[in-house]
């Protein structure tokens, strides 16, 4: 079982950063936040006198190499014993020797996170762009945070403002621990069932509706006072490969991208998005050519500056993915992407052999300075609009008064069970009845061997019903245990099947394997009542397309799984609608609403 570690930073580092944060004024309340959205939406054009006069002198008094430095944003892993360890040494050069721009935060707690924030922030001459990819709340990356569903499942929920809640409870989060750059809404349309990179990172697959909750997303991350960043332009959607292991191909035209991708981009630009992070796919109908969209000026500076009209922040997808390094190495692919119209070039392998390669392509006259200060003002804007000019720390004795509270707790359950769906209950076996819980068999298969796959379904059931037989395979059960549970569920009177399947990076799917699949359709061949919740994409019940009842929980997450239990037995109703096209089993908008059903809980 792979387990997460946490390390806690010493206790006089945390004092220390704590005096420092009290000195200097702790992190905005979510009126403050308010007003920084404000802010932050203004174009440099509109900038305030002391803004405009504090980014030109800061610009002027930068050398070439350090202006560089600006447009590279690089990795710290939160994860530290002391602050002093050799793991932090190569965040410090790379915050005081390369003189980077911005971080972008892995792992962690929050207030591990909240006092290494501090301490970059202390070393840098200039304030850091902190980022992270908590697309789906603190809970993506530590055991922390208020834990949302998938987008996917927020879009079977059907109500937008529920995107804009989320964002705006992951901004005020993220700012309490002094991470201030979010690297989400997703933006793409997920029209392919077999992509293993988006999938349930999508809102769905209708442009109309994805656009509405992108578009509210945007709102909800500035009104929680951080910069949103839509991805990945011009959409990732429609491909079966996963950018991180090779590059992608979208083979459509140009209108084809006009009526479908394009539109929630164009959302979120006009719902005043601080920044876009394009794609590592090619788009040969727009561009003429197989090159990355991330490194195409056709797509950065034609389409997405020009024709859009966007002046935000352009951020790279991260340069180290596979579908860069293969054919971009060292650091040509820092260069293409600038030369292409980004702003920032983001996990570049080696941040240093970048900014070389960017600083000799400005003295060979491949890049001029003017196009490097063009970025610069950007980012440098974006801080001051950010509030890092004035406060750059935060105070670490708040992070647990901000992060995780109660009435966020409940917001993120809510939409969970909301997002539960139906698509087929035949013989009405579902809500089940929790007095015959005792004669059911509870059946958990876990695809990854992920800590997540059933933790937290498997209590939730016995706390409901104390004599439930419940079993869980995966990927080490052998044939011979296979046999002994299905002999086990012949003696079942209903059996209730769990499939977890984690999307992940670097994966290359998101279906069951198939030794697994071929066992849930031997269970389901028993002719015995057979439910199956699916904790992870819809689109896995293509492997089990005769399951009688089934239920999509569009996540593997525990607020997911909670709700998952709760829909089973009744006590919320099922009111999700599919936001996706299960090809040949089930349409768009496809959903059985069922109300909840008040049952006293037994064997307990």
């Known amino acids: 079982m792979k387990r997460s570690r946490t390390f806690s930073l010493s206790l006089v580092s945390l004092c220390v950063l704590s005096a420092m944060a009290s000195n200097l004024g702790g992190v905005g309340t979510a009126k403050a936040g308010q007003t920084r959205r404000a802010e932050v939406s203004r174009s440099p054009k509109q900038a305030a006198p002391a803004e405009a006069e504090w980014v030109e002198t800061t610009l002027r008094s930068l050398s070439l190499r350090e202006r560089i430095g600006q447009l590279i944003v690089t990795a710290a892993s939160s994860e530290y014993t002391n602050l002093s360890s050799e793991r932090f040494a190569e965040v410090r050069k790379q915050i005081e020797q390369n003189k980077v721009g911005g971080i972008i935060i892995r792992g962690g707690s929050p207030n591990d996170v909240a006092a290494l924030t501090n301490e970059m922030q202390r070393l840098s001459k200039l304030p850091l762009l902190i980022a992270a990819d908590y697309e789906r709340g603190l809970r993506m990356q530590m055991k922390n945070g208020t834990p949302f569903t998938t987008n996917m499942g927020v879009g079977a929920a059907g109500d937008p403002q529920a995107a804009y809640i989320q964002g705006k409870i992951i901004a005020e989060e993220m700012r309490a621990m002094g991470v201030n750059w979010l690297y989400a809404p997703v933006a793409d349309i997920n029209n392919n069932p077999d992509n293993p990179v988006i999938n349930i990172r999508s809102f769905g697959e209708d442009p109309a509706r994805v656009a509405a909750f992108v578009a509210a997303g945007v709102r909800g991350v500035r009104d929680g006072g951080a910069l949103a960043t839509v991805k990945h332009f011009p959409g990732h959607g429609d491909t079966a490969t996963d950018s991180h292991i090779g590059l992608a191909t979208i083979k459509v035209a140009r209108k084809r991208l006009d009526d479908v991708e394009l539109v929630p981009f164009k959302a979120a630009i006009a719902a005043g998005v601080d920044s876009v992070m394009t794609a590592h796919v090619a788009v040969p109908g727009i561009t003429g050519d197989n090159m990355p969209a991330t490194l195409s000026p056709k797509i950065t500076t034609d389409l997405l500056r020009r024709e859009l009209g966007f002046n935000g922040i352009v951020v790279t997808d991260s340069l180290g993915m596979g579908a860069i390094t293969k ?19 983001l996990l570049t392998p080696d941040p240093k052999l970048a900014i070389d390669a960017l600083e000799q392509a400005v003295k060979k006259g491949e890049l001029t300075e003017s196009r490097i200060d063009e970025s610069v003002r950007r980012l440098l804007h974006a801080k001051y609009r950010l509030g890092l000019v004035k406060q750059r720390f935060v105070d670490p004795q708040a992070v647990n008064r901000l992060v995780e509270k109660p009435e966020n707790l409940r917001e993120a359950q809510r939409v969970a069970e909301r997002s539960i769906t ?171 609403q069922l109300d909840a059903r008040v049952q006293e809980k037994v064997g307990n």
Do not use: M, W
């Open 327 to 345: 054919g971009f190495p060292g650091g040509e692919a820092a260069v293409r992407a600038v030369k292409a119209g980004a702003d920032v070039a």
């Open 422 to 592: 139906l698509l087929r209950n035949e013989g009405g076996v579902l809500p089940l009845d929790v007095r015959r819980a005792d004669r059911a068999l509870f059946v958990v298969v876990a695809a990854d061997d992920d800590e997540e796959e059933g933790r937290t379904f498997v209590p939730e059931v016995q706390r409901r019903a104390k004599n439930a037989h419940v079993i869980k395979a995966d990927s080490r059960t052998t044939a011979g245990e296979y046999d002994e549970i299905l002999a086990q569920a012949a003696k079942a009177e209903t059996i209730i099947i769990a499939p977890f399947v984690k999307r992940a990076a670097l994966k290359g799917t998101v279906a069951l394997p198939d030794a697994q699949a071929d066992f849930v359709r031997k269970l389901v061949a028993t002719g015995k009542p057979v439910v199956i919740i699916g904790f992870g994409s819809p689109y896995i019940v293509r492997q089990f397309d005769r399951a009688p009842v089934y239920v999509t929980a569009y996540a593997i997450e525990d607020v997911a799984q909670v709700a998952g239990v709760r829909a089973l037995f009744g006590e919320v109703p099922i009111q999700g609608r599919l936001p996706v096209t299960v090809p040949g089993l089930f349409e768009l908008g496809a959903g059985i």
